[in-house]
């Protein structure tokens, strides 16, 4: 075992018996030691019951014959960080979690690893902790929060991106403000990562793809009893991939890969998955290339239309059956790799055996298909040498190909208070730049403004385009992690007011309409702002940051 370098012997006398002062006997410390990374809070929804999930891991794992040994580490809600300098701080938590991990772990030679996320950035930190230890490990999520119901008509469900849209349609003056807050009372109705198929239920349902959870880690909701019967398989069945020496580097194959990008446009995931789905590529040395999501979206059908693009929420996945399902879908099809090795110790096609889809209208077969290409889709040209990202799967048919006059914005708040005050016009491409990785820094989520525009009406006419990124919740033809962002010198930077912006999302491309003889022009004559932070981590982060097309890791 790892753990011997730090518990055998008589020279580790001391060691054990500071292990001994917590508490654990000579039997315990003979054991594996399993490390359980916790990121529990009282800030976060999808966080608050992970205790309740640690303490189910802790008994699988003493089920099984291992020690668990647990320690925590940060997250940031992306829905209270919203709109303000907080979000600067989201993407850049990232790191810090897989940094934090690594070090614990190695310090204290862990022989496998249980990870405890839920949301957002914790989830892809935490997958990258994964990759770079390479120790034996299972991802268990908190699982998902249940929709809330509409206070007017309860058949309908609500979610968080129901109450973003809802201010815009009270500034719009056709909501009022006491309707406005009835749904915000229904919107988030229990714990667990908001209801949609936003970024935190994207990258837990993709961690379940790509073959690091168990079944059923995307889908089941967080108040369900079957989700702490979850938390104890993955305690038992990390010590039984510590016995076998099952690590990651034997999951996160090319093959692994391929299905979880395939799974993703199968769901219409947030755009935020091409990030992190990089991110962790490149802890395994496997650079992603962005051509090769247009390749995976260009022959695996959208099946699910899930919030923000659709009426369905992720407890209607679970119960139509869930990630197996669709994977089961997409396998009968041709179009995954059914041989490639899991957290179950068993490979791809044997987790499906049992497989079914309960509701083929949450879960749609091939031949009826919501669109016939996938979720997501990378758009290149004279505005993104380097590309951009879109969920193609969540555009109105109208604005798949739009041509506009740019209205430029050097930050997300100028751009929300011109939407708010309806100077945005029917037609416009919203360009919000200066919010990339370095520039932001941290590469704000722009769920503000274009909730602003779904709110006042303007998300089938009005597209929005930015160096910054979007969350899962958003919808309408918002375009993201435009590369190199503007303050890197990409062509962001140059574009003025009026400027013709054209966008064809089918032809995968995005065209500022000017000559090169005027771009070098305005190039020549442009100086890169001051740094918006310059004191504290993410003064260091702007500094080290890479673009968005590498997944916005860090240098070096």
Not at 375 to 400: E, H, I, R, T, Y
Request: one cysteine or more; glycine letters at 12%; hydrophobic letters at 40%.
């Amino acid at each position: 075992m790892k753990s011997d370098m730090a518990k055998q012997g008589i020279g580790r006398s001391p060691h054990r018996a500071l292990l001994k002062g917590i508490g654990y006997t000579d039997d315990e410390i003979r054991r594996p030691l399993i490390g359980i990374a916790n990121s529990v809070n009282t800030i976060i929804p999808g966080h608050v019951n992970l205790n309740q999930i640690s303490e189910a891991v802790k008994a699988g794992i003493y089920m099984a014959g291992g020690t668990p040994v647990e320690f925590g580490t940060i997250g940031v809600c992306d829905g209270i960080a919203m709109g303000h300098e907080g979000m600067k701080y989201s993407l850049g938590s990232r790191e810090l979690i897989a940094d934090s991990i690594e070090i614990v772990a190695t310090a204290h030679a862990l022989d496998a690893m249980v990870m405890i996320p839920n949301c957002d950035k914790i989830v892809p930190g935490m997958l990258m902790a994964a990759a770079r230890l390479d120790l034996p490990t299972v991802v268990i999520s908190g699982g998902p929060m249940l929709a809330g119901r509409h206070p007017e008509n309860p058949k309908d469900k609500v979610d968080l991106i129901s109450v973003f849209e809802s201010v815009g349609k009270v500034r719009r003056g056709v909501m009022s403000e006491e309707e406005l807050c009835d749904i915000e009372n229904a919107a988030c109705p229990t714990c667990g990562s908001c209801s949609g198929m936003f970024t935190a239920n994207s990258m837990n349902c993709l961690t379940e793809a790509i073959g690091l959870g168990l079944p059923g880690n995307g889908t089941i909701p967080a108040v369900m009893s079957a989700r702490l019967r979850l938390a104890k398989q993955a305690g038992m069945q990390v010590v039984a991939l510590h016995n076998e020496g099952i690590i990651p580097s034997r999951i996160l194959t090319h093959q692994a890969f391929e299905n979880a990008l395939c799974v993703d446009m199968a769901l219409g995931c947030s755009t935020n998955t091409v990030l992190h789905i990089a991110a962790l590529a490149h802890e395994r040395g496997m650079p992603l290339d962005l051509n090769r999501i247009n390749a995976i979206s260009n022959r695996i059908p959208h099946l699910c239309s899930l919030s923000p693009g659709g009426a369905h929420h992720i407890e209607d996945l679970n119960n139509a059956g869930g990630i197996a399902g669709v994977m089961k879908i997409l396998a009968e099809a041709g179009l995954i790799d059914t041989d490639c090795l899991t957290v179950t110790g068993n490979r791809v096609r044997d987790n499906l055996e049992s497989a079914r889809v309960i509701d083929p209208e949450v879960i749609r077969p091939v031949d009826r298909a919501y669109h016939s290409y996938g979720g997501l889709a990378v758009l290149f040209g004279n505005l993104a040498p380097n590309g951009c990202v879109v969920k193609q799967s969540a555009v109105a048919d109208q604005m798949m190909q739009h041509e506009g006059p740019a209205r430029v914005f050097n930050s997300e708040e100028e751009a929300s208070e011109a939407i708010m005050a309806g100077k945005i016009n029917k037609g416009d491409v919203v360009v919000i730049r200066y919010e990339g990785p370095m520039g932001g820094p941290g590469m704000r989520e722009m769920l503000a403004p274009t909730s602003a525009i779904a709110g006042m009406g303007l998300d089938g006419n009005v597209a929005l385009i930015t160096d910054g990124r979007f969350s899962g919740g958003t919808r309408g033809a918002a375009i993201g992690h435009i590369s190199p962002e503007a303050m890197q010198k990409g062509p962001l930077a140059i574009v003025e007011e009026g400027d013709p912006v054209a966008i064809d999302i089918p032809g995968k491309t995005i065209t500022l309409k000017l000559g090169n003889p005027e771009i070098e022009k305005r190039f020549a004559g442009w100086q890169a702002p001051a740094p918006k932070i310059t004191r504290g981590y993410m003064a260091r982060y702007a500094k080290q940051v890479t673009s968005a097309d590498k997944g916005a890791v860090l240098k070096g």
